[in-house]
């Protein structure tokens, strides 16, 4: 059987990957960014000797990334991603599942559908797996924004998008410190969960902890509807707990004060490793003069992706509900 593009170029760079690896002895991610380096910019670090720079050039001369399209480019990297984060213990380095991307670019797409130009942001942009998947489905103009504060994962998600030619704007930043960014049509986030340690920081905000260390999802949902233009929509990859946490209280007063909950989409459990690890989606909109809350939220359970004919007909269902929702705004 012939292999498909997205194959041959992650057989590529995982090869290349592991012959850096070699030569460097650093870790695999680190090592992923100079073959992206040199798969973009087509030539080998100067100080490198002569046998790995004769090696990495023969290697090149295998791979045209340009005639390749940036789907392929996405998956491809992201495999090789994904096999660098293998067996990583931190819960920073583990990436937005392809099936789950597509679902949030899904959603986007539908709640922008009427506007012609957009501005988007990604506060948790870890490699830039999320904002290049949903930027793929966006038919509009776009200006995308971007923020980590890893200099690993910035890194890979710089590369990324310049190996797609997308122009994202990259922060280098503690996504919770305040941002040189104009506010945005729309927000996109799986939300790391965990304690925010910086509790200085941390009581600028409505959802600060009464007591000791508050949490970075519920910070980070502040922090991106601060961030939001009135009217604006948000949508989050959440922890299933987030309604059921000893702060949860507090969140709830939150958002009905500022956003109108849009819908909560239960996602499979089999699109997760472990069960400890499912996540829903959360659609938020920001509250302003003329917004309303839908009569009644978008709620489903998301069948399997195995399942066809399943989703075939879940996304029957989320389609007619949308429609509903357009006719209630125009009411």
């Not at 012609?116 to 830039?128: E, H, M, N, Q, V």
């Amino acid at each position: 059987m012939e292999k498909s593009n997205v194959e041959t170029l992650y057989e590529w760079l995982d090869n290349t990957t592991a012959s850096i690896e070699n030569y460097v002895k650093a870790p695999y991610l680190d090592c992923l960014t100079y073959t992206l380096e040199i798969l973009f910019y087509r030539e080998v670090p100067e100080d490198w000797d002569d046998i790995i720079t004769h090696k990495l050039n023969t290697a090149l001369k295998q791979i045209e990334h340009d005639v390749l399209d940036k789907a392929d480019i996405r998956k491809a990297v992201q495999l090789a991603i994904l096999k660098g984060m293998k067996g990583s213990t931190q819960q920073q380095h583990l990436m937005t599942p392809e099936t789950v991307a597509l679902i949030v670019g899904y959603l986007a797409e539908k709640l922008t559908a009427e506007k012609k130009a957009l501005r988007i942001f990604d506060p948790a942009g870890g490699t830039g797996n999320l904002i290049t998947t949903v930027l793929d489905q966006l038919p509009q103009s776009v200006e995308a924004f971007a923020s980590e504060v890893d200099p690993t994962l910035i890194q890979l998600a710089v590369l990324n998008a310049n190996l797609q030619e997308r122009q994202i704007e990259f922060f280098h930043q503690d996504s919770l410190q305040p941002f040189l960014m104009d506010p945005v049509d729309l927000v996109i986030a799986d939300l790391p969960v965990g304690y925010y340690p910086d509790n200085v920081r941390a009581s600028n905000f409505e959802l600060k902890a009464d007591e000791g260390h508050s949490y970075a999802h519920h910070l980070f949902i502040e922090q991106s509807i601060n961030y939001t233009k009135e009217a604006g929509y948000l949508i989050f990859v959440i922890p299933e707990f987030l309604f059921d946490s000893d702060q949860s209280d507090k969140l709830h007063r939150y958002l009905r004060e500022h956003a109108h909950i849009i819908g909560v989409l239960r996602l499979p459990e089999t699109a997760f490793t472990t069960k400890k690890n499912i996540k829903s989606i959360l659609i938020l909109q920001k509250k302003g003069n003329n917004t309303i809350a839908p009569k009644q939220p978008l709620l489903a359970q998301v069948p399997s992706f195995k399942n066809t004919d399943a989703i075939s007909n879940s996304l029957g269902k989320i389609n007619e509900w949308f429609q509903r929702y357009k006719e209630e705004k125009t009411e």
